[in-house]
């Protein structure tokens, strides 16, 4: 019988329980502020419209993500993650913080990447601290490969970029060899980026920092 082969997926489940502010702000608000998974591409000007839109892949707790939200309402943010505790937290966040250029979906993204997004619709993904898989033999599970890099191609926009950050200095140089090799892409600042000014700082990077990890960052864009 023939073997098969397993797909790479963006996430692996983790236990995690809600608090009460987190599953009340995700029973009020989930309806409005989430966009279902389906097998069609949807029309992302008719979610936000006249913005560019930016992915981020993997939010965990949201902390970065409501803030850059926040400092760019004339931007929209889709937000993917599957830990519902996290989604939780980003909707409790909106509602703090009186920011509502977000959607979020709750759903592996390699699949939303492939079967949600149309050609050439999103301006800019962001991949900040994706699981290291630190041992040699799950290297394989990693996000940031080629195949994957090249199914966030078809749906950027020219000019449009992507960004990820790590503590892990290994899945580093791989990320900076896998968009390297790619045609498609350019590298502005030839090696690592500059950390950017308008991330926010997240909890994985304060343990990072912790553990005195060094922080890089890669950033490429579409030719």
């Known amino acids: 019988m023939e073997k098969k082969i397993k797909e790479i997926k963006s996430y692996v489940l983790r236990a995690g329980r809600m608090s009460p502010a987190q599953r009340a702000s995700y029973e009020e608000l989930y309806k409005d502020y989430s966009i279902e998974f389906q097998n069609n591409y949807i029309d992302l000007e008719s979610v936000f419209p006249g913005k560019d839109v930016i992915v981020e892949i993997g939010f965990g707790m949201g902390d970065a993500t409501w803030q850059i939200a926040k400092d760019n309402p004339d931007k ?5 993650e ?3 505790p996290g989604v939780g937290k980003l909707l409790h966040q909106m509602k703090t913080n009186n920011v509502w250029n977000i959607r979020v979906i709750e759903h592996d993204a390699v699949e939303v ?3 949600l997004f149309n050609n050439e619709s999103v301006s800019g993904v962001h991949i900040f601290f994706p699981d290291p898989w630190p041992k040699k033999k799950h290297h394989k599970r990693r996000l940031v490969q080629k195949d994957f890099i090249e199914k966030i191609l078809r749906v950027l926009k020219k000019d ?3 960004y990820a950050v790590t503590d892990w200095e290994e899945y580093a140089e791989q990320m900076l060899d896998v968009l390297s090799s790619i045609d498609s892409l350019y590298n502005p600042y030839k090696g690592y980026a500059t950390a950017q000014d308008w991330r926010p700082r997240t909890k994985f990077e304060t343990k990072g920092l912790d553990k005195k990890h ?3 960052e890669v950033l490429f864009r579409k030719n």
């Open 76 to 80: 929209g943010y889709i937000g993917i």
């Open 82 to 84: 599957v830990h519902t």
């Open 113 to 115: 990447i492939e079967k």
């Open 160 to 162: 449009g970029y992507i």
């Open 214 to 216: 060094k922080i890089n």
